[in-house]
């Protein structure tokens, strides 16, 4: 089956710098790359995803880009902010339907005032 | 996006009872439904995949007995965890996706105590 590795584990910045969080998958059959943020105590929020016919997508301060010969996607934001602080998941999925999404471990971002 | 609603939000219960937690799609049809517990500080673990009117696909080490899974129509699947008991208290999820998504859209989420 697949699995997804995700790299930071935390990740801590200052306001304004950049953080970068990344994924590697093992299916190369995987077609779909959604990230999402999940705050404390809440449900994971979709911010942005990928697919397999894409290399990079932008969304304001945050993208994603895939490498599907290296089999990773990376997520990046730009001018961090305080509420960007909480867990980003990375997911892999391959075809559609009944297909599961395999989640990464997550990433607890930290930005500091 | 579409809504999916999770209830309860939170619950105790005592040691020994059982307790239901129900996923609802709102506008659409979830075709798939999925079960998570989150443990805190960690990932979601995948517990079980359903599909409507089919038998759920459970995780290796997840007791398909312990937890039980409905997907009986395409707007509802109800988690049971029989027989609770403190280890059991977490935080449980769904997420619903139609036939049509890939994307995969989740509850609030259900605060379980197991006292």
């Known amino acids: 089956g697949e699995n997804v590795e995700q790299h930071p584990s935390t990740l801590s910045v200052q306001e304004g710098d950049s953080a970068v969080i990344k994924c590697t998958y093992s299916?190369?059959?995987?077609?779909?790359f959604p990230w999402y943020k999940q705050e404390l105590g809440k449900r994971p929020q979709l911010i942005i995803d990928?697919?397999?016919?894409?290399g990079e997508k932008k969304d304001q301060r945050i993208a994603v880009t895939l490498n599907k010969t290296a089999k990773h996607f990376s997520l990046h934001i730009t001018e961090t902010q305080p509420e960007d602080s909480a867990v980003y998941f990375c997911?892999?999925?391959?075809?559609?339907?009944?297909?599961?999404?395999?989640f990464g471990k997550g990433t607890m971002l930290l930005v500091s005032p | 996006g579409a809504v999916v609603s999770q209830h309860p939000s939170w619950v105790i219960c005592k040691s020994g009872t059982s307790v239901k937690i129900e996923c609802r799609s709102l506008d659409f049809q979830a075709t798939t439904m999925f079960w998570y517990r989150q443990f805190p500080k960690q990932s979601l673990m995948l517990m079980a995949t359903?599909?409507?009117?089919?038998?759920?696909?459970?995780e290796q080490g997840v007791e398909k007995d312990k937890f039980l899974i409905n997907h009986a129509s395409l707007t509802l699947s109800t988690l049971t965890v029989t027989s609770a008991h403190p280890e059991d208290s977490s935080f449980y999820i769904c997420?619903?996706?139609?036939?049509?998504?890939?994307?995969?859209?989740f509850g609030q989420g259900t605060r379980l105590t197991v006292v």
């Open positions: 997420s619903a996706r139609g036939i049509m998504n890939t994307e995969a859209f």
């Open positions: 299916d190369s059959a995987s077609n779909y």
């Open positions: 359903s599909n409507e009117g089919s038998k759920a696909t459970y």
């Open positions: 990928i697919r397999s016919n894409v």
């Open positions: 997911a892999a999925l391959a075809g559609s339907g009944y297909s599961t999404l395999t």
